[in-house]
């Protein structure tokens, strides 16, 4: 038989005597009911006093306490929540009803005039020892810690309204120890740690909350863990190995769940301080996604239940509160470092590069990277694929869904033969490529991560008209990068409302920095634009916007390219964090036949094309694009294969379409001899 089962039988043993010790105090104040005569081999046999048979039980319960390896349920509780041996006694006998509803009728006949087959005050102050009036006081533990329900129906004296135990109070003291059932929709268990041991980096911010505990010890109450970052995965890993270091089981409270009525608040708060008395656990209250400025609900929500909350704390934010009601220790949790990645990426990859590109492209917790790793794995001998390239796509779609909520993802097929530029833009183009797989190399291995607190990702700024190929050339690099492309919706992150645009990028910005993932801005002279001199207070929170944009940026550790038609509009402290620069010139009569040549799939049935005089209207590609798909219509139309007349009327109704002038001598075209119309 083990301890625990050891101990429940002693605590219904002892439950069973304080029972009967009840029962005859019940019946001693019944009258005459109680009066039963031990005999004299009996007192021998118990080696008891000529006592009352009440004040033999109490003897002979003491004497079964004593025998215990460990407190009776019903002293433990006593003893946690700071009751009077006279609150006790008063708590055993709301529960005894519920251990045994035969004792109704002698409640009555106990209670005489005021006997209403319940227990109340006034019965416990009749029949026990040393009673104590402050017992009643909404501040003295019986009520304040909601052991008792208390039936007090109209103007009834609070001394002979009926008492009932708790039902959680009632199955702790019989010695079942379990989370109150009333708690369970706010709360969630968070599962023990895995086996798997966490990077140094995060096991040493465990340790320092877990000596932030064992100093607070010393006081009366445990002191508030801020847990700070932008991952909520990490900090929730963090805050279970902090618990189960210390022997707690750890629970989540989402901030979004927490009652709105202050009365319903006060009863969570009241309920869980109980719980962290009666067993061993720890709250993480998650408010990563809450908006915690002291104006908003959420925050005004929260704080309230922080501030009347104790035990083991932690919450979870993305910034620091200045000040809480409560005594609290920041702890920054972050995401294991890139060399840590690539350690754990080392241990399940025999490639040698693969696991520095993944590190260095990637930002992922110990417990993803398994994850991949196992899955890509098991799919040796099923996929053509080889490992690496199975890893690293499986680590573009995990991130995916944090940035499909926020942005438009392009679907990539744009090669490097599929754009034309002078020789200089695209030298620039393959420098950009190069820098973003080799960052790992001259950041973390060459020591520049070490210098340098910002400036860690790329920055592009892709500069030229409208059509000159600045998408086309994004869609290039995230296709050879083998990354997803999110094309920034202004319409979603710019808000009329103060303060709303920081938050849109903001959580832009985080779900980008696990990876995987090129943001293309868009027209970027919308959101980027020169910070304007402040006349009023739309001017000074415009400004407010641009400077965080320019703040972020330069923080930011991914490849971000920023598409404008309007270089000159662009702030030049902006532009002087840019690391590159790509103008997209008009293209020439050169590039614009090779752009012709291009145009047409090789699936598209071709009759000769004139490139020469095709490239003499003034085009770009973007134009060029649309003009070949409009003849492809035009050719399937007469099914006739892509010949000079369709592609000069696309082009016309191209520039009709832009405004401009025609001169429509350029558009004649005559069918060659031969050729049936």
């Known amino acids: 038989m083990t301890d625990a089962n050891r101990w429940l039988e002693a605590n219904s043993r002892y439950l069973s005597a304080a029972l009967a010790w009840l029962r005859l105090l019940l019946e001693e104040r019944a009258g005459g009911a109680a009066e039963r005569e031990r005999s004299p081999r009996e007192h021998r046999k118990n080696n008891l006093p000529d006592l009352t048979p009440a004040r033999a039980a109490a003897h002979q319960l003491e004497g079964t306490e004593s025998q215990m390896a460990s407190a009776p349920a019903l002293n433990l509780l006593s003893e946690r929540l700071g009751l009077s041996k006279f609150e006790r006694n008063t708590l055993l006998l709301c529960a005894a009803a519920e251990f045994d509803p035969s004792l109704g009728a002698l409640f009555a006949r106990a209670g005489g005039d005021n006997g209403c087959g319940n227990a109340t005050f006034a019965l416990a102050l009749s029949i ?19 052991l008792i329900e208390i039936n007090q129906p109209g103007s009834q004296s609070l001394t002979t309204s009926p008492l009932r135990a708790d039902e959680r109070v009632v199955n702790y003291i ?39 505990w064992r100093q607070a010890r010393a006081t009366a109450a445990m002191p508030l863990i801020q847990l700070v970052g932008i991952d909520g995965a990490s900090k929730q890993v963090v805050a279970a190995h902090a618990a189960a270091a210390v022997g707690r089981r750890l629970y989540r409270l989402p901030v979004d ?102 590190a260095g492209q990637f930002n992922l917790n110990l417990s993803d990277i398994r994850q991949i790793a196992v899955s890509a794995t098991s799919e040796n001998g099923r996929s053509q694929m080889s490992m690496p390239d199975r890893v690293w796509d499986a680590c573009r779609i995990r991130v995916r869904p944090l940035l499909d909520s926020l942005a438009h993802r392009l679907d990539l097929k744009a090669t490097w033969e599929d754009i034309v530029l002078p020789e200089q833009e695209l030298v620039l183009l393959q420098q950009i490529v190069g820098q973003v797989k080799q960052r790992t190399k001259v950041y973390a291995d060459w020591g520049f991560e070490r210098k340098m607190n910002r400036g860690l990702g790329i920055t592009a700024l892709f500069a030229g008209e409208s059509g000159t190929g600045k998408t086309l050339a994004a869609e290039v690099l995230a296709n050879e990068l083998r990354l997803n492309l999110y094309r920034i919706d202004l319409s979603a992150v710019v808000s009329k409302y103060i303060g709303e645009t920081e938050k849109n990028l903001r959580r832009l910005f985080d779900a980008a920095e696990d990876g995987g993932a090129v943001l293309f801005f868009d027209e970027a002279d919308a959101l980027f634009g020169k910070r304007s001199e402040v006349k009023d207070s739309h001017d000074r929170y415009a400004n407010i916007e641009v400077n965080y944009l320019l703040q972020r940026m330069e923080a930011y550790r991914g490849l971000a390219i920023l598409a404008t038609n309007m270089r000159s509009a662009l702030d030049i402290a902006f532009t002087r964090r840019l690391r590159f620069i790509v103008t997209f010139p008009f293209p020439t009569a050169a590039d614009r036949a090779r752009m012709w040549q291009k145009a047409f799939p090789p699936q598209t049935p071709v009759d000769d094309l004139d490139y020469g005089r095709l490239a003499r209207v003034n085009l770009t590609g973007g134009s060029i694009h649309n003009a070949a798909i409009n003849a492809a219509f035009l050719a399937a139309q007469t099914d006739r294969p892509v010949h000079m007349g369709v592609v000069l009327t696309a082009i016309r109704n191209e520039l009709i379409k832009m405004d401009r002038p025609i001169n429509e001598a350029d558009f004649h075209w005559h069918e060659p001899t031969g050729v049936v119309a």
Do not use: C
């Open 128 to 146: 026990f020892e040393d009673p104590a009036w402050d017992a009643l006081s909404p501040h003295r533990p019986l009520r304040y810690w909601r």
């Open 257 to 358: 769940v927490l009652p709105q009525q202050s009365g319903d608040l006060e009863l969570l708060v009241r309920l869980w301080q109980r719980e962290s008395v009666l067993l061993p656990v720890a709250l993480y209250v998650d408010a990563q996604e809450a908006e915690t400025s002291a104006s908003s609900a959420s925050a005004t929500l929260l704080r309230r239940f922080l501030s009347r909350s104790d035990g083991i704390l932690m919450v979870a934010v993305r910034e620091s509160w200045a000040s809480t009601a409560q005594e609290s220790w920041t702890v920054d949790i972050a995401r294991p470092t890139v060399e840590e990645q690539r350690e754990e990426w080392a241990k399940a990859m025999a490639d040698d590069d693969a696991p520095g590109l993944l």
């Open 174 to 212: 019989k010695g079942l120890n379990y989370l109150d059932d009333r708690l369970t929709p706010y709360l969630t268990p968070v599962g023990p740690p895995d086996d798997g041991e966490l990077p140094k980096s995060q096991q040493e911010m465990v340790d320092r909350i877990v000596s932030y």
